[in-house]
């Protein structure tokens, strides 16, 4: 827990001429699609299995390791239960293991710890979930830099990724977030996603984690994954099979689905975007980039879109247990954000992946009500009545934004948003929005 000597919220909003009164009307934007949607999930996992040939071939009673990450996918859960119980079906020996480099403060009981908030336990899979920070070496890479794989993996008959592909939030290439990173970073553990990010950093992650999932693939007994392609409602569109053979090849096709299908905020540009929380579970830097539009990180170039001149995030979820990384691509945060950070677990995280930017502490505000007033003196609109402003629960549901009426205007008549009542904000007397997103 962090103990701040701040200025006081009178303090602050003496420094201008702005009130919360002054705020617009707003109302809330709902983006509108009808994006392809797995109707039974379970059912979808199960035929996935289908199409990776090394199950037919696996002598009965195989042990099958399969990976489970950090992340906050709607339909994972359900796809790793059927996956489970299938496998079970068919006489092997399924168990979950924790794969998500150094989250979970980069411990055994952690990780087991980030699963069960996210609903993977082993009464919910119907399986033992075997949890160790234990890594081995089964490689080099063209530079002779290590290879690290999970024990617990490498002494499986099988290995069986299992993952979400979309875009991720430090680099562009054919293969980004999904079943390689899996293998490289979930599968590395601690020891070897620290490893990966510090060779990524000197050569580029598009460059080493493609070469090292294809030295994983080699030198492990990966048989596959199972790759979810989301909507831009966070339900599985797609859920396939991708056998170990062509997995990079296969795996760069599925991601150009999810570009198509990535969720977005219904406008461009904003002068002051509030996020109500951040979390691992939500993005592996706690807000999405390409939902925020700012990269930063080392040697990668920024996006052009979307333009937000001040960003404002008010929480940490509590699936992070504290773990606020991603707080430094904020302009402003709340100060019970920063009291509930986590620093060992932030900083073991930011370490591991390479890049302290990330977790630098923004301006710290007492309320919401200070926020919005201070945007006055920051964002180069000193008349609150004219900015625009939305406000997002977090960047897994950017397509929700309580918007205000600048940005209404250019909202309306697009058939692609729904645009609900006009409304005045409301805080209470510690200054704390109490207007909900949706009304």
């Known amino acids: ?50 199409d990776i040939p090394a199950f037919e071939t696996l002598p009965s009673g195989s042990s099958v390791a399969i990976t489970a990450g950090s992340r906050g996918i709607h339909d994972m859960p359900a796809v790793l239960a059927a996956v489970v119980e299938e496998l079970q079906n068919r006489n092997f020996d399924p168990f979950i293991m924790p794969a998500m480099g150094s989250h979970g403060g980069a411990t055994a009981d952690g990780q087991v710890q980030t699963l069960a908030s996210l609903g993977v336990t082993e009464a919910s899979m119907g399986c033992e979930i075997r949890s160790s920070m234990a890594v081995e070496r089964v490689a080099e890479d063209p530079n002779g830099e290590p290879i690290y794989a999970a024990r617990d993996a490498l002494e499986a008959d099988a290995i069986l990724l299992a993952n979400r592909v979309k875009l991720h939030t430090d680099y562009r290439g054919p293969i980004e977030s999904g079943l390689c990173k899996m293998a490289v970073v979930g599968l590395g553990k601690h020891r070897g996603a620290e490893n990966m990010h510090n060779a990524a950093i000197a050569r580029g992650f598009d460059e080493v984690i493609p070469e090292r999932a294809e030295i994983l693939l080699a030198e492990t007994d990966i048989v596959g994954g199972i ?38 905020l219904p406008v461009d540009q904003l002068d002051f975007l509030m996020v109500d929380e951040l979390g691992k579970n939500i993005s592996g830097t ?101 900015m625009r402003i939305g406000r997002i629960t ?13 940005v209404l205007e250019d909202l309306a008549g697009r058939d692609d948003v729904e645009i609900g009542e006009r409304r005045r904000l409301e805080f209470d007397a510690d200054g704390t929005l109490v207007s909900a997103i949706e009304e």
């Open 227 to 264: 790759a979810v392609v989301e909507n831009d409602h966070e339900r599985a569109a797609f859920i396939e099979g991708v056998p170990a053979e062509g997995l990079p090849e296969r795996e760069s096709e599925l991601l150009e689905r999810s570009k198509e299908l990535f969720p977005s």
């Open 286 to 386: 706690g807000m999405d980039t390409n939902v925020v539009g700012r990269v930063w990180f080392h040697n990668q170039p920024e996006v052009n879109s979307p333009e937000i001149t001040r960003i404002y995030v008010r929480s940490v979820t509590a699936e992070s247990h504290g773990n606020a990384i991603g707080i430094g691509l904020a302009d402003y945060v709340n100060r019970s954000l920063v009291e509930a950070v986590n620093f060992e677990d932030m900083y073991v995280n930011i370490t591991t992946s390479g890049e302290p930017e990330r977790s630098k502490i923004p301006f710290v505000v007492p309320c919401d009500a200070t926020a919005f007033v201070l945007a006055a003196s920051m964002t180069g609109v000193p008349d609150l009545s004219e």
């Open 394 to 406: 977090n960047t897994l549901e950017p397509g929700t934004m309580l918007a205000s009426e600048p």
């Open 1 to 50: 827990m962090v103990t701040l000597d701040l200025p006081s919220r009178e303090r602050l909003e003496a420094v201008n001429d702005a009130s919360v009164d002054d705020l617009p009307a707003f109302a809330t934007v709902r983006s509108v699609s009808d994006p392809p949607e797995v109707d039974d999930v379970r059912a979808s996992a199960v035929e996935a299995l289908d």
